[in-house]
């Protein structure tokens, strides 16, 4: 494991991967306080703002304290549209360690103070806001929480399942076996993206966003057992075979020991490389099912449903930081996948002669 | 004849499976709390006599496993119901599998096209800053997730008009000759074969490149470099053969992938194929039409599968028949 570790700082990719992905995960954990808004922070009459400018020289060309202008709205009598122009009339300094929107750190702590807020009556909106009027900034943040924790929390459902499943399957062997396999086979022959929307087109409405949360988790869970299992199948019809196992049998180990205690724990090095290639395409799943509007709902953001938005064409044209999300998946799915790849090369002594 | 007796063998075998991935659909759309007819009820060209029909045929008063056996009895007879538009769902699949199987097929065409000798250059020119520069891009393309791809695509289509939005054919199709209807439709198929292409490159390209470093690693490619032989013989009479053989067996699982991520790519482009169908139907909680295309899907699934491991026979004469 250390060796492991040491080969990733190594890589270039590796190591710039994991300072991207650190950065991600430390922000996320400091939402609330990086965050200007909260969550469910809204403006109705400020729908669809662009991000707001920051300007740092002022009118007269001298260097200021960092000020913004607020938006407003007119309509335009020649291209006959909404627009959004800054009033330059009233500035805005920004405030850093400021008093702000209350909000509990972690769920607990309740605290004030914000890293960048604006003085009062005006509005800060980093990358714009959405049709409801809220923080785009903001939700990306709370969004990301989601998102970039949903895939982890899948694979600790689904590891154990698929461990135990194939464990059992190749440890009795015959018609159990034939039985088990046939079933999984049957699982992987449904394309699993017509599987997923399916279970997730059945949860019932009106669950509260933590059920809808760990519903979901399960449902990708669902999908991905298993291909999982039949690997650990194959693994385990070779190690069921060699002299330790047959030492618990002929002590009394009882065949549910056995698998747990002596056959499973043998295939830890292959979870550990399975489990970080397969969080990225988790992060892909529920985003795509949050796109369709099928994972994780309204009010609660996700970098998926965020970026259900963008479905519209007036708004990928003129409202382009929508698509921010898309951004921040990409990045983080090439950051698993960049650690991934190392960990497979590491691990794999033939792979590490090339 | 050896080969043909293991074909027919391994079309049997898809039978217990087909019939246990009915089961496994069957209950899972049997657990959700919609009544299957709410949206037939709604619609008002639908008949009562219809209705009628379709709660006797389902069999909506008994219990679920007599469901199942009415609904197994039926689609055998390819009876698949009716959607709740008050359409036959068979001629609705019959509109959008060839569609998806189109798209699918023409993907996985340009990415063998290109694909292998992309990986075996890669390999041939390992460490090189240009197996260098392929890593990277075959991650970026591994990394995009394909609805963003194809939004941004859409964004690129409507600002330069040069590619048509939506659907696979044009308005005046139907007036068209052959020769402009194969350009129409190639015109249509380009961006969504854009996204699917991009993705599932990146992961042939690199499974390509891996095979063939393991392949030139051993001894009889070693040997054959001993005895004399050109380059271009080792590499494509000796190492190739045995590189390509592993691809095909990802054949079937990549025709796996295409069908998931094409679902995606399907609903953004409004592209008319089986991947959107079963969206629309699973929003509309259009049971039959669910079921039905679910049934399809694994069944095309199933039978890629199937192909392939016909098509490893072929290449691969250690396979046991």
Redesign the interface.
């Known amino acids: 494991m250390k060796e492991v570790i040491e080969q990733l700082l190594k890589d270039k990719f590796a190591k710039a991967a994991i300072i991207v992905l650190g950065l991600i995960y430390a922000a996320l954990f400091l939402a609330d306080f990086l965050a200007p808004y909260t969550k469910d922070f809204s403006d109705r009459s400020m729908a669809y703002v662009p991000p707001s400018k920051i300007f740092t020289i002022d009118e007269n060309g001298r260097l200021s304290k960092p000020y913004t202008y607020n938006y407003i709205r007119e309509f335009d009598n020649e291209t006959l549209q909404m627009q959004y122009k800054l009033d330059r009339s009233q500035k805005y300094y920004l405030k850093f360690f400021a008093k702000g929107m209350p909000y509990k750190f972690l769920g607990i702590i309740p605290m004030k103070r914000h890293l960048v807020t604006v003085e009062d009556s005006g509005r800060l909106f980093l990358l714009g806001t959405d049709i409801n009027g809220r923080d785009v900034f903001s939700r990306l943040l709370f969004g990301g929480r989601i998102s970039m924790t949903i895939g982890f929390l899948a694979l600790f459902v689904l590891f154990p399942i698929g461990l135990l499943y194939g464990g059992i399957s190749g440890y009795f062997g015959g018609k159990a076996d034939t039985l088990m396999m046939r079933f999984a086979e049957a699982v992987m022959s449904i394309p699993s993206f017509y599987l997923l929307i399916i279970l997730a087109s059945i949860l019932p409405s009106g669950m509260t966003s933590i059920q809808r949360f760990i519903l979901i988790v399960v449902i990708l869970a669902l999908i991905g057992w298993a291909g999982f299992a039949r690997v650990v199948r194959g693994m385990v019809l070779s190690i069921k075979t060699r002299e330790f196992v047959q030492a618990a049998k002929s002590i009394g180990q009882s065949d549910l020991g056995i698998i747990v205690k002596h056959i499973l724990p043998q295939t830890t090095s292959f979870v550990i490389v399975a489990m970080t290639l397969s969080v990225p395409s988790y992060i892909l799943s529920e985003s795509g099912l949050s796109f369709l509007g099928l994972g994780i709902q309204q009010p609660d953001a996700s970098w998926g449903n965020m970026l259900k938005e963008a479905q519209e064409f007036t708004n990928i044209i003129y409202r382009p930081w929508l698509l921010t999300p898309g951004f921040l998946i990409f990045v983080a799915v090439l950051a698993f996948n960049l650690i991934g790849d190392t960990i497979r090369d590491v691990l794999d002594p033939k792979s590490q002669m090339r | 004849m050896k080969i043909l007796k293991y074909i027919f063998k391994r079309i049997l075998q898809t039978i217990?499976?087909?019939i246990?991935?009915s089961i496994?659909?069957f209950f899972?759309?049997r657990?959700?709390?919609?009544d299957p007819l709410a949206e037939l009820r709604l619609n008002p060209s639908v008949s009562q006599e219809t209705l009628q029909k379709e709660a006797e045929r389902l069999g909506l008063d008994k219990p679920v496993i007599v469901q199942y056996g009415l609904w197994a009895k039926s689609f055998l007879k390819g009876d698949l119901g009716i959607t709740s538009n008050g359409e036959k769902v068979s001629v609705k699949l019959k509109e959008r599998i060839p569609n998806t199987l189109l798209l699918t097929v023409v993907v996985i065409f340009l990415t063998w096209i290109v694909g292998i000798p992309l990986g075996i250059l890669a390999a041939l020119k390992?460490?090189s800053p240009f197996d260098r520069i392929l890593t990277v891009l075959t991650?970026?393309g591994?990394?995009?997730?394909?609805?963003?791809f194809a939004?941004?695509l859409?964004?690129f289509a409507?600002?330069t008009g040069w590619f048509p939005v939506g659907g696979l054919t044009s308005p005046n199709f139907a007036d068209m000759g052959l020769i402009s209807q194969i350009k129409d439709i190639a015109h249509h198929l380009f961006l969504p074969v854009t996204v699917l292409f991009t993705i599932s490159l990146a992961g042939l390209q690199r499974q390509m490149r891996?095979n063939m470093?393991?392949v030139l690693?051993s001894d009889y490619v070693k040997f054959a470099r001993a005895k004399g032989l050109s380059e271009f013989k080792v590499i494509y009479k000796h190492a190739l053969r045995n590189a390509v053989n592993p691809l095909i067996t990802l054949l079937g699982f990549e025709f796996?992938g295409l069908?998931?991520?094409a679902?995606?790519t399907e609903?953004?482009f409004q592209y008319p194929g089986l991947?959107r169908l079963?969206?629309e139907a699973?929003?509309k909680?259009d049971i039959n039409l669910?079921m039905a295309?679910?049934m399809m899907?694994?069944a095309m699934?199933?039978a890629g599968n199937l192909l392939a491991d016909i098509l490893l026979i072929i290449t691969d004469p250690r396979v046991k028949t």
Do not use: C, Q
């Open positions: 217990p499976l087909l246990i991935v496994i659909s899972i759309i657990l959700s709390p919609v390992w460490k991650s970026i591994m990394a995009i997730p394909s609805f963003f939004v941004l859409l964004i409507v600002r891996a470093l393991d690693d796996a069908l998931s991520g679902a995606l609903y953004v991947g079963i969206l699973v929003l909680s669910v295309s679910l899907g694994a699934l199933i």
